[in-house]
């Protein structure tokens, strides 16, 4: 009796095997691909592999979620800072005008300018999106349209993901590179120190300082902000700019309108620096939140993938061996 039931349950089965097919897993590197699949039944094909994959992915997903909730402490520390610091420059842009509109708007100013600098600030660290390719495009785009025959144009980095990708084609242009910025936490003391050795290192007439401005979370928005020397200022203000208005407040100290526009500037470019360093690392650890949740994701679905690839590559081996148990009971009773 057991072995009649055991040949009908072998004719029942036997149509189910050869037209399906299973997932059979390659060792990638971190993506596995689901399109080389065998035949069901075939023995060569082992759950140890799939079992393998599962838990690696599964460690990845661990260390994903782990750098989102770092990356979201961070973000929390940071933000306050940037948002104090934005009324930092704006006072400037009461006295002295919006200058990267100025510069643009006024052909004469523009032809002043002889030697601009882009400040490029981009991370130490990667897994943040695209937000370094960003600022170096944009660098690169302000170089091109900053150069020409009686122009010259530099760079000065700030992180290494932008000395990474300048340095393979625009190694001769670079003036100064400053890396490891966000190693201790950022205050204005450390960037001031830093924006005075700019300054001593590096003669200009125009200071472009590319950043990402946070917005949120998800958003960020490529920002460039100018900085004019004393002299193109100074011209600024004969040719009838916003500057005219200085005359009318009263100077203590005794000193010099040269003085004061000098002060200005260099109290302007450290408060614009420690603004726009803020920004963007503030905008680095939201892309790298959005960044780990995405890849968190990601592995997530894998997983459920590889799951149900691990099931049917179980269910076939088990369906084989039962194949062969009636298929060998057939034959001894044949």
Known sequence: MAMAALRREGRRLAPLISPRTITAVRSSPLYPTLEDEGP????????????????????IQKITKAMKMVAASKLRAIQTKTENSRGLWQPFTALLGDLP????????????????????ISSDKGLCGGINSTSVKISKGLHKLNSGPEKETKYVILGE???????????????LIITELQKNPLN??????????????????????????????????PTVSTVLSTEIVEREAESGGKLVDLDSYEVEGGETKGEILQNLAEFQFSCTMFNAVLENACSEQGARMSAMDSSSRNA????????????????????????????GASALEG
Do not use: W
């Open 101 to 120: 509109s100025m510069s643009m708007n006024k052909p004469l100013i523009c032809a002043d300018v002889k030697k601009n600098v882009v400040v490029t």
């Open 300 to 327: 997530g679905d894998m997983l459920d993938r590889l799951t149900l690839t691990y099931n049917r590559t179980r269910q076939a081996s088990i369906t084989t061996e039962l194949i062969e148990i009636i298929s």
């Open 40 to 59: 069901l039944g075939v023995r060569h094909i082992s759950t140890q592999v799939v079992r393998n994959r599962m838990k690696s992915v599964k460690n």
């Open 161 to 175: 993901k932008a000395k990474a990708q300048l340095v393979r084609d625009s190694k001769k242009d670079i003036e």
């Open 188 to 221: 204005y003391t450390q960037v001031s120190v830093l924006a005075d050795e700019i300054l001593k290192n590096v003669e200009y007439d125009a200071l472009r300082i590319v950043f990402n401005k946070f917005q949120s979370v998800v958003s960020f928005v």
